[in-house]
């Protein structure tokens, strides 16, 4: 999440590609599977590097725990989301769109299109001013299949998009990069709060069926976190370390509208390509408990500064804890490494009441068979 982004889908896979004779490359073999990630800095792998805004990371101590320990663009100490849920299914991590790296073969391995600050609206995250708004994203995967099918056919491109697996992660921007950024907001003085989050479930459905119109068949749509929870909220808006109270209101009327609007584009398309990932259940069990699962705060931020080190952004400057393991928040939006690993393996392994209508693993198992 984050005011740079927020809060909190899904993945790629192997791809087994081989060369033939002239460098052409022949189709996927059979099983391999693509993954493209879309949204805010929850799920970025360093797009926001490549563009002219406050919304990045790539400046220390961001990357402290990443394989090169420096700082690639995620917002994390090291691995995110899209990285953890790659390792699960035995898959390289994709690369951000705009990384020029991304050409030939890499390719297909998939596409992250993630950029930090932005929400289900366009005029989210306008603070942070170039960043790639969520119809841009959809616009760049169009031009990512172009690119794909110059490489392996049209035919092959629409049959690698149709069996990838995508990620996508929206709302959290809505609520704390819009209507609650400052006590006076214009999304706030023309929408109530169950108004405007009837609005971003309106336009959520859109972005979707767009999603599904450009071949995703295969679609991890996560919710809002617990937005009153996170540190940047605990040192603006609370008193006595409790959650705020406007955020949490917002998360409980968006999340469970988010699954009704799933359940009925499912009936609608007859099939089950989008999956509500409930990311609010899932880290409410570590916000509630940190103890249980050997963090020592879900309160205060390992890198920040002020109240819960909630204030701000993660800076060279920043206080930072020695072991992040023991954070449930990395910065003030942000969770850990360890904690998005938790998240992952819920998302693997978890019931429907994380993940409906089923987890990731049912899906590879089902998919496998087809």
Not at 278 to 299: H, L, R, W, Y
Request: charge should be neutral; hydrophobic fraction near 40%; aromatic fraction near 10%.
């Amino acid at each position: 999440m984050a005011r740079l982004a927020s809060p909190p889908s899904v993945f790629f896979t192997i791809f087994a590609v081989a060369m033939v004779f002239i460098g052409t490359v022949a189709p996927q073999a059979e099983g391999a599977r693509a993954f493209y990630v879309f949204g805010d800095s929850l799920v970025d792998n360093g797009n926001n590097n490549y563009l002219f805004t406050s919304a990045r990371a790539d400046s220390p101590p961001y990357g402290i725990d990443y394989p090169s320990h420096r700082p690639t663009g995620r917002f994390s100490n090291g691995y995110n989301i899209p990285d953890l849920i790659s390792q699960q299914i035995g898959a390289e991590s994709t690369l951000a769109y705009l990384n020029p790296q991304l050409t030939g073969q890499k390719l297909l391995v998939g596409a992250n299109f993630a950029s930090a600050g932005i929400g289900i609206l366009n005029d989210t995250g306008i603070q942070f001013a170039n960043i790639i708004r969520i119809y841009r994203q959809l616009e760049l995967f169009q031009e990512y299949q172009r690119r794909v099918s110059a490489l392996i056919g049209i035919e092959q491109t629409k049959r690698l998009v149709n069996k990838g697996l995508v990620l996508i992660t929206l709302g959290g921007n809505d609520y704390v990069n819009n209507y609650f950024l400052t006590p006076i907001t214009a999304r706030r003085l023309q929408y109530s709060l169950p108004e405007f989050t009837r609005l971003l479930i309106t336009e959520y459905r859109k972005i979707l069926m767009r999603l599904y119109d450009l071949g995703a068949r295969r679609v991890l749509v996560t919710g809002t976190g617990p937005l009153g929870c996170v540190p940047a909220e605990l040192a603006v808006r609370s008193t006595n370390g409790q959650c705020a109270e406007e955020p949490q209101q917002a998360a409980a009327l968006f999340n469970p509208r988010l699954v009704q609007m799933i359940q009925s584009l499912n009936q609608e398309l007859g099939s089950d390509v989008f999956v509500a990932v409930n990311a609010v259940e899932m880290q409410n069990n570590f916000i509630d408990n940190p103890q249980a699962f050997g963090f020592v705060t879900s309160k205060v931020a390992c890198c920040g500064q002020g109240p819960y080190n909630g204030v701000g952004t993660c800076t060279a400057v920043s206080n930072l804890c020695p072991n992040r393991d023991i954070y449930a928040f990395w910065d003030p939006f942000h969770p850990t490494e360890r904690a998005n690993k938790i998240i992952v393996q819920t998302i693997m392994t978890g019931s429907d009441k994380y993940m409906y209508p089923m987890n990731l693993s049912t899906i590879m198992a089902m998919d496998s068979q087809t």
